[in-house]
């Protein structure tokens, strides 16, 4: 993932957009990704300061290994009243680590911590992983799953091209009471499934993509409750900002543009998210 980074960092950012009216949550991001310092540095704070000018107010700071979560940890423990943390393995790299079960070791010590309140991200992706690797894959992914219902924490999912696996796993070792689908990138008949199931999706700037009609159908679909929005950050910055560096401030055109597909007000879904975010993640005030 070092490669897709490093052409992250040197992408100009989007502009900021025009504040929400009320509050709400960036249910994952990438910050270390952002600004490639420590989690205390002074590009962090800009980070969750311009987050905050357009009353995007907390951030959910997720991990992909080992190191990288003991990066979240530490911003959580910074920012203790706009930052929490989720840790985990990514699914592309449980496969390839030196020694998979040295990196659960650190991931199991350091879902403990009181500011992680979520194991993730974990899941499967298809894409990158080769067929002889999925089956350290689908283990990783159940681990991660039996550590989110030991700490009864809720369950961050990454599932790119593995969709029917990632449901099939789920329903074989069961899923966490709470299990959110992190950039929901299924169908309208993919969505019923996961509502029906009681698990929650969250949906990013891929919503106002123009090759993504079918999440556009899909997020009509969602029951209130079971809605988070994301950024993703620095990926997948919302039209019409495609390609450029995204941030948590991103949050406030996603929210816009689900609030269009919705037929919603943005104050009311904007409140509705935030409410959702701190029930599945609970309180960023220490």
Request: hydrophobic share 45%.
């Amino acid at each position: 993932m070092a490669d897709r980074h490093n052409r992250d960092l040197d992408r100009p950012r989007a502009p900021l957009p025009e504040p929400l009216p009320f509050p709400t949550v960036d249910a994952h991001a990438h910050m270390e990704i952002i600004t490639d310092t420590a989690p205390d540095s002074q590009e962090v704070a800009d980070v969750i300061a311009e987050a905050k000018s357009v009353n995007v107010d907390r951030i959910v700071q997720v991990g992909y290994s080992a190191e990288q979560s003991r990066w979240c940890v530490a911003a959580a423990e910074k920012w203790n009243t706009s930052v929490l943390a989720a840790v985990a393995l990514h699914p592309n790299e449980a496969p390839v680590v030196k020694d998979l079960e040295a990196d659960w070791a650190i991931i199991a010590e350091l879902a403990h911590h009181p500011r992680v309140r979520a194991i993730g991200e974990t899941g499967l992706d298809y894409f990158r992983t080769p067929v002889e690797l999925r089956p350290r894959q689908q283990e990783s992914f159940k681990w991660h799953i039996e550590l989110a219902k030991k700490t009864n924490k809720a369950l961050v999912i990454h599932d790119r091209d593995s969709h029917d696996d990632v449901l099939s796993v789920l329903l074989e070792v069961g899923a966490p009471e709470k299990t959110i689908f992190h950039c929901f990138s299924g169908d309208v008949d993919m969505a019923k499934v996961c509502i029906e199931r009681g698990y929650v999706l969250s949906f990013a700037g891929t919503l106002t993509f123009k090759n993504a009609p079918a999440l556009r159908e899909a997020v009509k679909l969602v029951p209130i409750d079971q809605l988070l929005v994301e950024t993703d950050s620095p990926f997948l910055a919302p039209m019409p900002h495609r390609g450029a560096g995204n941030t948590p401030a991103q949050i406030a055109t996603i929210v816009r543009a689900m609030a269009a597909e919705r037929n919603s007000d943005v104050g009311e879904l904007a409140v509705a998210l935030s409410t959702n975010a701190e029930r599945l993640f609970g309180s960023f005030v220490p």
